[in-house]
């Protein structure tokens, strides 16, 4: 008998009761994407729910980052980190805009503020750092020298949903923060994702822009896109927002379960829940050290045979990927924690069981190499 599949994450089961009703009335209005009433509906929720002020709903992500740069008329060189999901430099690419990496932190993932003065040129317009894993990149030190040197800041926030970071929303940082709903995500709509805007008239361009540009029926203001999410994609994300709290709660009580079950395991050192902050427990990274018996990949292919997908995020780094690579730049930290970080498995209804084999196969990992093994080879 083979076992279940474990997946890294999985969305959470909306209740299933409540979305026939919903699917009825959009049919019934006649109006299936284009702003209708679920899509206004979800706009707001959110903006209570994030405690934002301006928020505009796109059909995915990497079209919202896209739109942002647009809106914001970024040029040229933008400052971007290389530990992160490929959506962020293309999204660059796809404004002809040429992404301009910094190194990590230290000790952490998210982009070296120290670093970034140095990487500034004539040709640099703005910052695009990420909220790696939903921990608070370093927003005051950035926005300084943002200031200092007149640049714009977009945040991709993709895995930052609902993080509070010294007492406000984390998405409030910066000029625009982009989010993502993809299925891996905290909060999904299957696919979808938002910019959270910070006056009126941004958020009016930005609506323009993800409609093509039209302002009404005969006026087109701008080259705009097709960004625009769908009344199915927007009922999915109000019945995910009812039970948003409890799926971050039971999420928490699974981080928990692994901070007890690694500190007994030498060499796996589990990500610290970041300081001053609400987090959203959206990853469970942990890095793999030297101490531990076995290489990171060894360790990722274990999990595999056990049909537990576990996920190398972020590996290979961005700058590595064919078009960003230069082979006169070393990130040093990003390649180090991307040579040794792996993300085990973390969704609000991963059972015991499943829990328990994935700390089996830990467990197992560790005798092996020690001798003390005694399952079936
Ligand atoms: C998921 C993700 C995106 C892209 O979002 P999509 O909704 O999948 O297009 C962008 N940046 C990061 C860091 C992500 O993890």
């Not at 702003?35 to 059909?59: I, Q």
Request: glycine letters at 6%; proline letters at 5%; aromatic letters at 10%.
């Amino acid at each position: 008998m083979s076992e279940d599949l474990i997946t890294v994450t999985r969305p959470s089961l909306p209740d299933l009761e409540k979305l026939q009703p919903l699917l009825e009335e959009i049919w019934k209005s006649g109006r299936l994407t284009n702003g209708g009433r679920f899509h206004e509906e979800l706009e707001a929720r959110l903006c209570d729910y994030l405690g934002v002020e301006y928020l505009s709903l796109f059909t995915n992500g990497t079209i919202a980052l896209v739109t942002a740069l647009q809106a914001m008329g970024v040029t040229g060189e933008v400052i971007t980190t290389p530990y992160t999901f490929a959506a962020t430099p293309h999204a660059l690419l796809w404004n002809k805009l040429k992404p301009v990496f910094v190194d990590i932190e230290p000790d952490g993932f998210n982009m070296d503020a120290s670093k970034i003065e140095a990487a500034i040129t004539p040709e640099t317009t703005a910052i695009l750092p990420v909220h790696c894993y939903g921990t608070p990149a370093n927003v005051s030190e950035i926005q300084r020298i943002a200031d200092l040197h007149g640049l714009h800041v977009i945040y991709d926030a993709a895995h930052a949903f609902a993080v509070r970071h010294k007492h406000s929303s984390l998405l409030d940082a910066g000029d625009i923060s982009v989010l993502s709903f993809h299925a891996t995500k905290v909060f999904n709509t299957f696919e979808g994702g938002a910019l959270i805007l910070k006056d009126k008239e941004t958020k009016q361009r930005v609506d323009y822009l993800k409609n093509f540009g039209f302002a009404n029926e005969t006026t087109v203001v701008a080259p705009g896109i097709n960004g625009k999410m769908n009344e199915f994609q927007a009922a999915l994300g109000l019945l995910q927002l009812d039970k948003i709290d409890e799926d971050i709660l039971a999420r928490r009580r699974v981080y928990r379960k692994y901070q007890a079950a690694l500190a007994g395991i030498a060499g796996l050192k589990l990500m610290d829940e970041p300081l001053d902050t609400q987090w959203n427990y959206s990853y469970c990274p942990v890095l793999v050290q030297d101490e531990f018996p076995v290489s990171r990949d060894e360790l990722y292919d274990d999990f595999r045979e056990r049909r537990i997908l576990v996920r190398r995020y972020f590996y290979p780094l961005v700058s590595d990927f064919p078009m960003y690579f230069d082979s006169s730049a070393f990130y040093k930290c990003a390649s180090s924690v991307a040579e040794r970080i792996l993300c085990l498995p973390i969704y609000s209804d991963l059972s015991e069981q499943d829990f328990a084999r994935i700390i089996e196969c830990l467990n197992d990992v560790v005798d092996k190499s020690t001798g003390r093994y005694r399952g079936k080879e």
